[in-house]
């Protein structure tokens, strides 16, 4: 498996964020990823670590839809793609009517037919051609004016991989189709054939494409346990965390993260918990969220643990994993992340001498 880690460049000193990702680059992490929420841009810092980092690839995870013109998103692409050297992913999210309309004041419609025609007119932007494009949602040039199909003045000049983050079915078919790489999040591998591949699957096979030519990134919380005593207090601090996700990850009636854990397993508790957080009962919503389902969806444990646990990642079809590593400060994180990393490199070592 590849190694990944996100950052995002609010919430906190981002010169401590900054030497945070040159140091994964000296761990030899392969990817770092900056976070797009409603807080900070992803565009802005991936330009400052662009400058200053030298092997490890950058990308967006995830620019929202709506908030950019495809072409916007095109020419910041190739702007990354050309100042980091050809090191960029295009990560593209729909996000969610609370961030879409609550915050950007546009309407989430058609999240899946934006998502399909963003995606090819930014591919044909970069390309360099005429930006000649009839679609449902977008028509350039706009009709009735003044204006000539254009192209613009720098195409890309190394190939620029196109990532989707998604949760819903319709929006997995839709990266197997079209996307490089899945940018997924809470992932339950055990139950992830029918909650997630079953879905992607139907997209590679509509487009006559196959698996392996689909990076399967996952990101979840890395964090180790030195005995039980201390797993449990671990186990314990995440569950409002995941009751957050559970309740307060959309708006009242669309929440993305909420119907993917239903079709893993929990449907009952799910719905439990955001009636509970809705109403206000934090406390009451974090009560119900069960050690199994904090276990279930992160990479939390021992030693031991963790590395098992990466196995089950890696034989369910996860290439890509994505660490948010746990720590109070900056060198506790980096150390996380290198036990991480390394238990990574020793699973792949283990396929490499057929183990």
């Not at 050309?82 to 969610?96: D, E, I, K, N």
């Not at 546009?106 to 930006?131: H, K, N």
Request: proline share 4%.
């Amino acid at each position: 498996m590849r190694t990944s880690t996100t950052v995002e460049a609010s919430g906190g000193d981002w010169r401590e964020t900054a030497d945070f990702v040159l140091e994964a680059e000296r761990l030899g992490l392969d990817v770092c990823w900056v976070a797009e929420a409603w807080g900070s841009d992803a565009v802005s810092p991936l330009g400052y670590l662009a400058a200053r980092t030298e092997r490890i690839l950058l990308g967006s995870a995830a620019i929202q839809l709506a908030t950019r013109t495809p072409v916007a998103l095109a020419q910041a692409a190739i702007t990354l793609s050309a100042m980091s050297g050809g090191r960029f992913l295009l990560g593209l999210g729909p996000s969610g009517p609370q961030v879409i309309e609550g915050l950007h004041g546009v309407p989430f419609d058609r999240p899946l037919t934006r998502m399909r025609e963003t995606v090819e007119i930014v591919r044909l932007a970069a390309s360099g051609e005429r930006i000649d494009y009839r679609g449902r949602e977008f028509t350039i040039p706009r009709p009735g004016g003044e204006g000539r199909p254009m192209r613009l003045s720098a195409r890309a000049e190394q190939p620029i991989p196109v990532y989707l983050a998604a949760l819903s079915p319709r929006m997995l078919r839709l990266t197997g189709e079209v996307a490089d790489g899945w940018l997924g999040t809470s992932f339950v591998p055990e139950g992830s054939r029918a909650a997630y591949f079953d879905h992607l699957d139907a997209g590679l096979a509509a487009a006559g494409r196959k698996r392996a030519e689909l990076d399967v990134c996952q990101g979840a919380e890395v964090a180790f346990a030195e005995d039980e005593e201390a797993l449990s207090a671990m186990v314990a601090g995440r569950r409002r965390e995941l009751a957050f996700s559970l309740g307060g990850m959309g708006s009242a009636r669309t929440n993305f993260y909420n119907a993917a854990y239903s079709r893993q397993g929990w449907a009952e508790v799910a719905a439990e918990v955001r009636e509970r957080w809705q109403a206000g009962d934090r406390d009451g919503a974090a009560a119900l969220v069960t050690d199994e389902m904090v276990l279930a969806t992160t990479l939390i444990g021992t030693e031991r643990m963790v590395r098992e646990r990466l196995r089950v990642w890696r034989d369910a079809g996860v290439d890509t994993v994505r660490f948010y590593p746990a720590g109070d400060s900056l060198a506790q994180r980096l150390d996380t992340l290198g036990r991480a990393v390394e238990l990574a490199r020793e699973i792949d070592g283990e396929i490499d001498h057929g183990g």
